[in-house]
Structure formats: C-alpha cells, structure tokens
C-alpha cells in the first residue's frame, strides 16, 4: 500500500525513491510484523487464555512433563497472521499478483487450521478435524494456488547442484498440491515443542528471502543459473513479513510458553513457505532448508509403518522430538539443539545458489 501510494510521488519528494526498492520494503515488513506482534501479544494472549477456558488440549500418551502445559492457550498463530496481513499490505506492492497468492493460501491454510483447533477446544479432544476434511481443504487452497502459478509461471522444478529445470508439464499442479499439503503438515507435526516450529520457520524465510530476490532479479538469475521469475522479488517482502511475525511471535512462545501456535499458526506458515518455494521453482531447496521439517515428517512416517508392518515401534515416540524428550533430554534443550540444525540446513540450502 505505501509503495502504491507514495512511490509515484516520488519526482516531487526524491527521498520516496527508497520505496522502490525491495530490500528497503523488506526491512521494514519484518519490522512492522514484529512490533505489531510485541505490541498485540499481550493482549491477544489474555483474550484467548479468557475465551478457551482450560485451553490446549493435552496428549496423555505423550511425555509426563507436557501435562503441566495444560490451560496455556492455544490459536496464537492468530497474532501471527495478523502481524503478517498488515505488514505484507502495508509494505508490499499490491499490484503483484504473486502477493495476493501468498496471501490466499497462507490465510486459507490458516483457516483450516483454526477450524481444526476450534474443534479440538470445543469438544476439548487433541484429535480436532479429521484428515480427510483437512486434506480436502488443503488441495481446495493449494488447487486455486497452482491455477495462479500455471497462469504466471512456467511448470518447471530447478535441481540444485545441477543448475537444471525439470519440466513437469500437465503433473505440476500435483506437485504443488503434494509441495503445500506437505510442508504445512510438517510444519503442523513439528510444532509439539515450545517455539520448536516457529523459529525454523522464520530461518527458513530468511533463506528464500534471499533465494526470491535472486530468482526476481534477471542479472542475478542469470549469473547463478537459477529460473528468472519476472515479479517473484516481491515476494522478499512477504518474507521478511513472515521472519517478523515469527520472531515476534516466538517472544510470547519460547520455553516455556505464554501461548501456543496451533493449527492455525502451523499450517498457515507452512503453506506460506511451500507456496513461496513453487512461486520460484525451488521445491528442492525448501526440502534442505526446511530439512528439519522434512525429518519430524518422515520420523512419523516410519514410524506408523513400522508398527503396522512389524508391530513395533523404530523411535520411542513420534514425532522424533518426543523421542529425544523420553530419552531424557530437557525440552529446551531439544529446541535449541533443533534449531541449530536447522539453521545449518538454512545456510545449506543458500549455498548451493553458487554451486554448479
């Protein structure tokens, strides 16, 4: 919106020139996301904790230790994309149509996160929706996604290290759907720990703020062998809302927690991640970057069926953060170890725009 508005003003007052640039944009996004998020955290928290009553619902098949979380409220990623929303329109050019996309999907997940939660706290069960409806949804949302990107793009996957775009044709809109309902279920999966999802989630953003700027930029596209997507720059910007609101977010997260993310957090920034990484053809460097993601879902995978297959069970509980949790380590020092993981993978990840 400010670029919209003050940008063309910019041959009268020469100091609106900095609008035009994206890395100005950027900067700014993530601070407005992130004080929004300091300043309504407060509040927010106290309207939930006033509206949900006992709060969470807590596994009882899970460490003894989380039942001492019980009555922390949940649904925070409310504030999430709130601060998100009002950054991206503010900061953001709103004549880009990849914006708009970014925004649908991240608040369509979002909702169908809060109707899994709402559920979950109506009837006070973990469970919540079901995974067929939440499936269903997903490949609504993620549906009208690849619609938008098969009409600005082109229907290629870029392999890193190899500089080579795979041309998918008619089963590239299958592959977002499999790229948006995968990593916003991972994101979902992994957020079981305080702060464990949400900070990954904002290195992962830092890494395709870079990686979007690059692809949006033809000099740079082209000098690093990577697709070239006219308009994708904007969504740096959307980016850096994202690292901003999740920073914020994870001053009222981190152990041990005033709020919980929810579905509604989880699925909303996992679809915005997943989203982001087809817009650029980089669905690969989402799998490094958000490695760990990858990992709590394939633990669980393996798990189910192991059991099914065998009758027993590979890790002592799934996701793998419960495993390391009744193998005794603490629970802050599963999130930090986690993290640093997954900042490595983040860093990983940008590497291998130089490697050819």
Known sequence: MLYNLLYPLSDQYSFL???????????YALVTA?????????????????????????????????????????????????????????????????VWLALLVT??????GWLDDH??????????????????????????????????TDPIVDVPF???????????????LFVLAGTSNAVNLTDGLDGLAVAPTCMVAVAFAVITYVAGHTQFATYLLIPHVAGAGELTVFCGAVIGACLGFLWYNT???????????ALALGGALGFVACAVHQQFLLAIAG??????????MIQVASFKLT??????????????????????????????????????????????
């Open 107 to 112: 608040m369509g997940f979002g909702w169908i």
């Open 162 to 176: 190899f500089k080579y775009q795979w041309h998918l044709g008619w089963w590239y809109p299958l592959f977002v």
């Open 255 to 265: 152990y041990p927690a005033q709020v919980f993310m929810g579905d509604v957090g």
């Open 291 to 300: 490695g760990l993601f990858v990992l709590e879902a394939v633990s669980v």
């Open 17 to 27: 020139n900095l609008f035009q640039y994206i890395t100005f944009r950027t900067v």
């Open 311 to 356: 009758g027993r069970r590979v890790f002592r509980m799934a996701p793998i953060h419960h495993h390391f949790e009744l193998k005794g380590w603490p629970e802050p020092k599963v999130i930090v170890r986690f993290w640093i993981v997954s900042i490595l993978l983040s860093l990983v990840a940008m590497s291998t725009l130089k490697i050819r």
């Open 119 to 152: 559920l979950k706290l109506r009837h006070h069960n973990p469970n919540g929706l079901a995974g067929r409806y939440k499936l269903a949804l997903q490949c609504l949302f993620g549906g009208i996604a690849a619609w938008g990107l098969g009409m600005l």
């Open 34 to 98: 992130l004080v929004v998020c300091w300043l309504a955290g407060p509040m927010a928290i106290r309207w939930l904790r006033n509206s949900q009553g006992k709060g969470q619902p807590i596994r009882t098949d899970g460490p003894m230790s989380h039942l001492a979380k019980q009555g922390t409220p949940t649904m925070g990623g409310l504030l999430i994309l709130f601060a998100l929303g009002i950054s991206t329109l503010l900061w953001a050019d709103l004549t880009n149509a990849f």
